[in-house]
């Protein structure tokens, strides 16, 4: 059978409060990426903020005006200019109110540490976002049989950037959720983008992708100190 989309059947058991915060329309871009981020958890977005990997801190004209900005990232322009394979953050333990860290981690070998300094210097919330390799991937190979895989890909000429991490859904969830725990923090919000995915059917009759490693998309989520909460 002829792969084709469908939507999702098996919702991921990671989901917490998906209603928390509503999405808003969906963004095509980085601009637009920022404009969802500020619309979608304004009510967090308070206080001083850090956006690490904030390319050209589109972020910061979308908050309030007390809001204090501070961006990180490789490219110049940046408020602090930092390679986070190889640097950690540069700044004391709770920091920050909000730190923001969207589609970033896994671009990086050193993921596991950058989580910590994410948490290490926020003092209440964290909003993480992290793509869906594995989706992407299958749905890359069955566009058409010509889909080239993005990030993972055996380009003529070494590429900018690339990932450094194939993983699903679940993975990223149980990633956020258990590492998050371990540095004293608890899962406040976690969602998907989207959902839907090919579907390839078994000699059982059955879908063999149907699984939200697959079919769930970008993951959203929204992390707060354990601490903060009973202050």
Excluded at 162 to 180: C, K, Q, S, Y
Excluded at 200 to 208: E, F, N, Q, T
Aim: some cysteine.
């Amino acid at each position: 059978m002829v792969p084709a989309m469908i939507a999702q059947r098996a919702p991921s058991r990671w989901l917490v409060d998906p209603s928390r915060f509503p999405a808003p329309a969906p963004y095509a871009d980085r601009a637009t990426k920022a404009r969802y981020v500020a619309d979608r958890f304004a009510q967090i977005l308070r206080g001083r903020i850090l956006d690490v990997g904030c390319d050209q801190r589109r972020l910061a004209a979308h908050l309030d005006s007390g809001a204090e900005y501070v961006g990180v990232d490789l490219a110049p322009g940046a408020d602090v200019v930092l390679n986070l394979d190889r640097e950690d953050l540069p700044f004391p333990d709770r920091t920050f109110d909000c730190v923001v860290c969207t589609d970033v981690l896994e671009h990086l070998d050193r993921a596991h540490r950058v989580f910590d300094e994410l948490c290490r210097v926020g003092s209440d919330r964290i909003v993480i976002s992290l793509p869906n390799p594995a989706r992407n991937f299958a749905n890359a190979l069955f566009a058409g049989r010509r889909g080239r895989l993005k990030f993972y890909g055996l380009p003529v000429e070494p590429p900018e950037d690339r990932h450094r991490w194939l993983f699903g859904f679940d993975d990223a969830a149980e990633f956020v959720t258990t590492r998050a725990c371990a540095c004293g923090y608890a899962v406040e919000f976690l969602d998907a983008e989207d959902v839907g995915c090919v579907y390839w059917m078994g000699r059982d009759g059955l879908d063999v992708l149907d699984d939200p490693n697959l079919t769930h998309g970008t993951l959203w989520s929204v992390l707060r100190r354990k601490d903060a909460v009973m202050e």
